[in-house]
C-alpha cells in the first residue's frame, strides 16, 4: 500500500539506514506497492488513527504513559545501582538536572544519571569508565526520564500536547540545541520543526535513536563542521517526518529498532572488551632480547 504525504519526502530521511529503509517500507511509503505486513495489520486494527489525530488521542497517552511505566520499573533499579557504583556510593552524586525545551520553547529540566566527567577546558567530556560508557551505549543514563513521562501524561490538565513529555517523537531539545538549529538551518526547515515539535510534544525516543550514523555535534556554530550541519538538518527532517506520520505503528517500529540497535550496540561493546581481553594476554616478545 502506498501512500503520499504532504512534507518530508521518506528518502530524505533513510540516509543510507537499514532500519529507517525498512520503517519506510512498513509504512506503505516506500516507491513500489507492498502488502502491509502482520504487524502492520495488527497495529492498523488497534488504533488507525494517524496524524494530527494520533498525536491528540487519549489511545497515544495511554499507550506512551505505560509503556513508560513499565520501562522504569525495569531500568530505573539497574541504572540507579550503576550510578552509585560510577559515584562510589555518593547519593547526592547519582542524578544530575538538565534544562530542556517544551513544545513551547519554555525551560524544564529532566534528570540524568551522572556518567560523565565535568569539562575540561575546551568544554570536553568523557565518560567514567566502563560501565559509564555501557550505561550510555544502553541509554539507561535517561531511563529516570521514564518516570517522568509517566508522570506528565498522568496529569489530564487539559493542557496541548506539547506541554507534555513523551515516549516516541521529536527527540527533547536544550536551549543550546535550539541557538545551534538556529544558527545553521534554513529558516524554513527551522519554522516547519519548531511547528512539529509543539504539536507533538518532545520524546526519549525519536527516528534518530535507532541510526548507526548518529554524530555529537559541536555547540559552537563558529567551529562546526559541514558533516556536522547535515547531521543536525537530517535529525530535524526525521523528527519531522515522525509528527507528520505519527501512528501506532510507527511508535511500535522506532520502539523495536531501538531495542534492535542497542543490542547490537552492547554486542559490538561486548566483542570489542574480548579483543581487549585476549591481545592483552598474548605475550610480548622483545626482539631484541631473542636476537
Known amino acids: 500500500m502506498s501512500r503520499e504525504r504532504v512534507g518530508i519526502h521518506p528518502d530524505e530521511i533513510i540516509g543510507g539506514d537499514p532500519r529507517l529503509g525498512r520503517i519506510v517500507e512498513m509504512l506503505g511509503l516506500g516507491e513500489e506497492e507492498e502488502e502491509l505486513t502482520a504487524l502492520a495489520k495488527i497495529a492498523q ?39 552509585m557504583i560510577i559515584a562510589k556510593g555518593k547519593e547526592d552524586d547519582v542524578f544530575y538536572d538538565r534544562l530542556v525545551l517544551d513544545g513551547k520553547l519554555e525551560e524544564f529540566k529532566i534528570r540524568k544519571v551522572r556518567s560523565l566527567s565535568e569539562p ?33 501524561l498522568g496529569e489530564k ?27 545553521v538551518a534554513l529558516p524554513e526547515l527551522i519554522q516547519q520543526f519548531v511547528e512539529t515539535y509543539e504539536s507533538s510534544g518532545p520524546a526519549i525516543i525519536n527516528l534518530n535513536s535507532i541510526t548507526k550514523n548518529r554524530k555529537a555535534c ?16 537530517l535529525r530535524m527532517e526525521r523528527d519531522i517526518f515522525s509528527v507528520q506520520n505519527a501512528s501506532f505503528l510507527l511508535d511500535l517500529l522506532v520502539l523495536g529498532g531501538t531495542l534492535d540497535y542497542l543490542a547490537e550496540q552492547v554486542a559490538n561493546q561486548v566483542e570489542g572488551l574480548v579483543q581487549k581481553q585476549i591481545i592483552d ?8 632480547d631473542s636476537l
Open 120 to 152: 575540561d577546558e575546551e568544554g570536553n567530556q568523557a565518560p567514567l569508565g566502563f560501565l559509564a560508557r555501557l550505561l550510555r551505549t544502553l541509554g539507561l543514563d535517561e531511563a529516570y526520564q521514564f518516570l517522568q513521562v509517566f508522570e506528565s
Open 218 to 233: 559541536s555547540a559552537d556554530p563558529a567551529t562546526i563542521t559541514p558533516e556536522e550541519v547535515e547531521a543536525i538538518v
Open 45 to 83: 486494527a488497534i488504533c488507525p488513527l494517524e496524524g494530527e489525530e494520533y498525536l491528540r488521542s487519549e489511545f497515544r497517552r495511554g499507550f506512551h504513559r505505560y509503556t513508560a511505566c513499565c520501562l522504569a520499573v525495569f531500568c530505573i533499579p539497574p541504572a540507579y545501582a550503576a550510578g
Open 281 to 288: 594476554r598474548i605475550p610480548r616478545v622483545n626482539l631484541t
Open 157 to 183: 490538565d487539559g493542557s496541548e500536547p506539547g506541554m507534555k513529555m513523551w515516549l516516541v517523537g521529536p527527540r527533547v531539545i536544550a536551549p543550546e540545541d535550539k541557538n545551534l538549529i538556529e544558527a
